[in-house]
């Protein structure tokens, strides 16, 4: 059948506004391409030939897509720093965001010299892996209390070509003896942990609420719990002379340097985000 990409656009985009969603032309055409089969940036711009069943592949989408699935969980990929990732919701959608600890992380691994990575909360695995798919000659373990987050990021390291050079292992670590998993020290430490307010997740867009993982969401009564514990970990895991980074929620920033302050890591700089938040918040042993 043959279709004008316009009018099927405009159309679907009414539908789902009349959802609540919003949505644009990008996430319509992503959704398009994927059913169709074909590369968005060869689709082309004003009519092409579908069959029956990649039309009803697309509306399916846009039915999910009524529900507040997000786009990446829809597709099974999200794109981030130079790679796509596969997700579901048993992980967390990668922010773009989260790429300025990336960044930072392997500015710093590079101008340390820093070969032995950890991540803590690994979920998709988008944080250290592409930081050693940057580092060549890094090897690194990822920690996450899921199963099948670590499933995902097994995919991840093995499409990504950096399988070789990661251990990924399922620990939580809360256990009262979560460093014995390890039997070396780290040079850099990295973790995205979950900073949102438990009260604070039922006003989440259901975007989030709903399909990303509450493990990867839930801080505690203040946010801040999964801090408070890594505090108490890493310094352990740390090399003198190493580095933590750590994404942080808005208006965190106090807290999270007065946590790990106590703990004896000195508090070295922060980062904003896409919107100008603090994001990322590092320290050194």
């Known amino acids: 059948m043959l279709i004008t990409i316009k009018s099927i656009l405009a159309e679907t985009k009414s539908e789902l506004v009349s959802s609540g969603i919003e949505t644009d032309d990008f996430e319509l055409r992503l959704l398009l391409s994927a059913a169709t089969g074909t590369d968005i940036k060869t689709m082309p711009r004003n009519q092409m030939d ?16 009524k529900q507040h699935k997000p786009v990446d969980k829809i597709l099974g990929y999200r794109g981030f720093y130079k790679y796509d990732f596969s997700v579901s919701t048993d992980v ?7 790429e300025i600890l990336v960044e930072n992380a392997i500015k710093a691994a590079q101008n340390n010299n820093y070969n032995h990575i950890l991540e803590l909360g690994v979920g998709s695995g988008c944080i250290i892996i592409s930081i050693l ?19 995902i990021a097994q995919r991840n390291a093995e499409n990504i070509g950096v399988s070789s ?8 670590w809360f256990d009262n003896d979560f460093n014995n998993n390890f039997n070396r ?3 850099l430490i990295v973790s995205n942990p979950p900073y949102i307010n438990t009260n604070e997740i039922k006003t989440l867009a259901r975007e989030v609420s709903g399909y990303d993982p509450m493990l990867a969401l839930d801080g505690g009564s203040d946010g801040l719990a999964s801090y408070r514990r890594i ?8 090399e003198t002379g190493g580095m933590l980074f750590l ?3 808005e208006g965190q920033g106090a807290d999270v340097i007065d946590i ?24 050194k042993k």
Request: charged share 30%.
């Open 247 to 249: 994404e942080i929620g």
């Open 92 to 98: 967390l959608t990668p922010r773009p965001d989260t």
């Open 260 to 283: 790990f302050s106590r703990q004896g890591l000195y508090y070295e700089q922060s980062f904003n985000d896409l919107s100008g938040i603090q994001r990322c918040i590092t320290f």
């Open 231 to 238: 505090a108490e970990i890493a310094p352990l895991l740390l």
């Open 185 to 187: 020290k780290f040079d």
């Open 133 to 151: 798919a940057e580092l060549k000659h890094a090897d690194g373990e990822g920690v996450d209390i899921s199963p099948q987050a670590l499933q």
């Open 50 to 65: 579908i069959s029956r069943e990649q039309f009803a592949k697309f509306k399916f989408m846009i039915s999910e897509r």
């Open 165 to 172: 050079r990661i251990k990924l292992r399922c620990a939580d």
